[in-house]
T-cell receptor, first 115, second 114 residues
């Protein structure tokens, strides 16, 4: 069965510092991967997605992610974090279930930004 | 603006009551989903629907029911059989049938049992 692992529950970084959030997936076929961000009490917003092609994908708000098939990873990065990036981040894999499709999510990483 | 509207934002339920959470979308998406979010557990799929008048159970469907009578609406009923209903509920929609398609989310409903 498919699964997504986000090993870091909580990360704290200083404003201006670089960020990397880890995501590992398990899926038998070609993975379709997503990163979402959630502010407290809000819905999820898509940051970026990987379907095929270039393994380094660019997203909104200055985020990027690199797909590494050999490591089954899809880590999210940002060169310089802003205080407004404080939120919870979710990695997800798109899964087929017969004629349907759905997302399987990791448990999330909460990012705290110190000034 | 196109999007997904969930209502109410906050909902309180007494023990033994059924409550219904509303989800409406104007994105013309065929597929709609309900997720439950608990601290430290990520999002877990309750039910999903790919077309009108059809829906499937997700990973944690027990104690919940849904209907899909209209393309734009996918209400979720939390029944009295759901023993631990306090959670944040998120509705989503997407283009039907393609796992590479991103899902768009509503702003959520926080349900609390009192």
């Amino acid at each position: 069965a498919q699964s997504v692992t986000q090993p870091d529950i909580h990360i704290t970084v200083s404003e201006g510092a670089s960020l990397e959030l880890r995501c590992n997936y398990s899926y038998g076929a070609t993975p379709y991967l997503f990163w979402y961000v959630q502010s407290p009490g809000q819905g999820l917003q898509l940051l970026l997605k990987y379907f095929s092609g270039d393994t380094l994908v660019q997203g909104i708000k200055g985020f990027e992610a690199e797909f590494k098939r050999s490591q089954s990873s899809f880590n999210l990065r940002k060169p310089s974090v802003h205080w407004s990036d404080a939120a919870e981040y979710f990695c997800a894999v798109g899964v087929n279930t017969g004629t349907a499709s759905k997302l399987t999510f990791g448990t999330g990483t909460r990012l705290q930004v110190t000034l | 603006d196109g999007g997904i509207t969930q209502s109410p934002k906050y909902l309180f339920r007494k023990e033994g009551q059924n409550v219904t959470l509303s989800c409406e979308q104007n994105l013309n998406h065929d597929a709609m989903y309900w997720y439950r979010q608990d601290p430290g557990q990520g999002l877990r799929l309750i039910y999903y629907s790919q077309i009108v008048n059809d829906f499937q159970k997700g990973d944690i469907a027990e104690g919940y029911s849904v209907s899909r009578e209209k393309k734009e609406s996918f209400p979720l009923t939390v029944t009295s059989a759901q023993k631990n209903p306090t959670a944040f509920y998120l509705c989503a929609s997407s283009i039907r049938g393609y796992r590479r398609t991103e899902a768009f989310f509503g702003q959520g409903t926080r349900l609390t049992v009192v």
